[in-house]
Every structure is written in C-alpha cells, then in structure tokens.
C-alpha cells in the first residue's frame, strides 16, 4: 500500500494528492502534523532515502533555522527525536511503499509508483505517437 505524508498548508501536499487520485493509485493518507510520527516511522522512513537525513529534512523550515541545527553533528538518534518532537522538520509530501521512498511533489519521479503495467502502455503509446 502506498503511503502519502502530507501537510494541511503545503501545495505540494495537495498536488501529490490529486495526481494519485487523479490517476486511481490507492493510497493511506496522514497528516503527520496532526498526527505526527513515531521514532520507528521516521526511522523507517530515513532506511528508504538514498542520502539520509538530507532527503527528508528540511532545512528550510523555521524550526530548523530556530534549533540552529547542523544534520553533521546529529546522531540518527538525536535526529530521530527531534523529528518525532517537531513534525515540521519533515519535508512534505512523502509518499512510499515498501521499497520506495519520493519526497516532495516532482511529476516526473512520482511516475514511478504508477503500476508496471501503466507504464508500459504509456510507453507504447509514446512510442507510437514517434512513429506516427
């Protein structure tokens, strides 16, 4: 089951939304401000990423500016405990499965969760239109 952690105020979070339903993609929604997240969640959630913390933390956020945090000189632990104290460390939307992880709203990399068999008939599609 495909997973979408969201913000209420984020246009990214809505954008997200709309394309999985958009394009009939099931999906579990959460609002991890509401309903913030746990350490094994986050924990989770940082095994999925390719770079670690820098994937799912945002470093723009005010919370991150207040703490005056530096990613370099946080344990995972320490890490952990501060997303699960302050949600808005978090990036938004994130949507994952089991085996993959996307962060933020990008059209093209969110493409990925459309199942196999979509995306071969868009392929083919494509490739006709080429021809064509």
């Avoid at 085996?99 to 068999?117: A, D, K, T, Y």
């Amino acid at each position: 089951m495909l997973n979408l952690y969201v913000a209420q105020s984020s246009a990214s979070s809505r954008k997200a939304r709309a394309w999985l339903k958009g394009h009939n993609i099931e999906f579990k929604e959460r609002n991890i401000n509401s309903n913030p997240l746990s350490a094994d969640e986050v924990k989770k959630l940082l095994r999925l990423t390719e770079n670690g913390s820098e994937d799912i933390i945002s470093t723009r956020s005010n919370i991150y500016k207040k703490l005056n945090l530096n990613l370099d000189d946080l344990s995972v632990s320490q890490l952990v405990n501060l997303v699960v104290k302050y949600s808005d460390l978090i990036k938004r939307p994130i949507i994952f499965d089991d085996h993959r992880i996307e962060v933020g709203f990008n059209e093209e990399e969110i493409r990925r969760f459309l199942p196999r068999s979509v995306r071969e008939a868009e392929l083919r599609e494509l490739e006709a239109q080429m021809i064509g």
